[in-house]
């Protein structure tokens, strides 16, 4: 499935309005929720091509419960210096009549924005349900290898008894076969809900033996009590990011899912106010340290991926990004 639209030439505009009708209806979107995505993508990538000449447009049906589709517009234009005269109705550094940011803001049930002087701005707008499960918040886009229709990454949640499942699955290569290899992770994982998620891997690995295959992370998360539990098989990044600036690096086993595993170790961490989950696959480059993360205090869920797409991804790969949080909690 195509997730990421190149927005180079006007004729882009057209495509990623299409793209966002067909998301909206796959994912169930009331009409006029459906109508207000197609507008705010339209004047989306009609302000990604007058400001920054270029960029990227981010379509996602959102991983949480209830219907919503979130869109990103990524760009490494020359930002906005001053985003709240921006948002106010009459503002244009173009040739439109302005009010297209403010007009975005009004249409979305949820808007964001962060932009830096000669780096960028990142715009995330969501339509359709709250992007909470069973209290976490979440949020997630992917984005197809340069190109490619096809996207090899896949990632999903779902509540179990309370409990709420994060999957980040990377399936080998990239392409259409690779594509298959993360749909049937995600398919087989539907039948397998135990509360070990090593053991889920296990089992899951072990009924995608003679598959192409793929790597991939579960974490179970319960809001309750703030309990966080992970396992991995291959190479998704796992990280805790604590508001003090502290990563806690989540560890996985070597291997790949269909192929010949150990059990891998299941990792456990308390999750507190503020604290952040992020999964990753290898398309994104290795985060070392809190400061090669944008200011997670303050964005949703959704806007730590996007920026994450933004920031980190190398170009060469399909990529996957997951964030979790406590709901209600940002850290502020």
């Known amino acids: 499935m195509r997730h990421v639209v190149d927005i180079s030439d006007p004729s882009a505009v057209a ?19 459906a109508e207000a995505m197609a507008i705010v993508v339209t004047e ?22 209830g219907p919503r589709v979130a869109v990103a517009a990524i760009d490494a234009g020359p930002g906005i210096p001053d985003i709240d005269r921006a948002l106010a109705d009459g503002y244009s550094t173009g040739s439109s009549a302005g009010g297209g940011l403010g007009a975005m803001r009004r249409l979305a049930d949820s808007f964001d924005i962060r932009s830096a002087p000669e780096r960028g701005t990142v715009t995330v707008c969501g339509f359709g349900a709250a992007p909470v499960l069973a209290g976490v918040e979440i ?26 499942d994060l999957f980040a699955v990377d399936g080998l290569g990239h392409g259409p076969r690779a594509e298959t290899a993360a749909e049937e992770a995600i398919a087989g994982l ?18 995608l033996a003679g598959s192409r295959g793929s790597v991939a992370a579960l974490a179970q998360i319960e809001a309750a009590d703030g309990r966080l539990r992970l396992a991995g098989i291959g190479n998704i990044a796992a990280l805790l990011v604590h508001p003090n600036g ?17 059990m891998p170790p299941v990792e456990t961490a308390t999750m507190r106010p503020g604290d952040v989950l992020i999964l990753h696959s290898d398309g994104l480059s290795t985060l070392r340290s809190h400061a090669e993360l944008p ?24 990529c996957c990004a997951l964030v979790a949080r406590l709901a209600g909690e940002d850290g502020a």
């Open 44 to 65: 989306m990538a009609t302000n990604l091509l007058r400001h920054a000449r270029s960029g990227q447009l981010l379509l996602q049906v959102q991983p949480a419960a």
């Open 246 to 262: 502290q990563v806690r690096r989540l560890i996985s086993r070597e291997g790949r899912l269909g192929g010949a595993v150990r």
């Open 190 to 207: 539907g039948a397998l809900r135990g509360d070990d998620p090593a053991q889920v891997l296990s089992e899951l690995s072990a009924r």
């Open 139 to 164: 949020g997630g886009f992917l984005m197809n290898y340069p190109g490619d229709r096809a996207c090899g990454d896949g990632c999903v949640a779902r509540e179990v008894g309370g409990r709420v």
């Open 295 to 318: 200011p997670l205090a303050g964005m949703s869920c959704e806007m730590i991926a996007a920026q994450l797409m933004h920031d980190r991804n190398k170009g060469r790969d399909d």
């Open 15 to 33: 495509e990623a309005r299409r793209l966002a009708r067909g998301l909206a209806d796959a994912a169930g979107l009331a009409t006029d929720r």
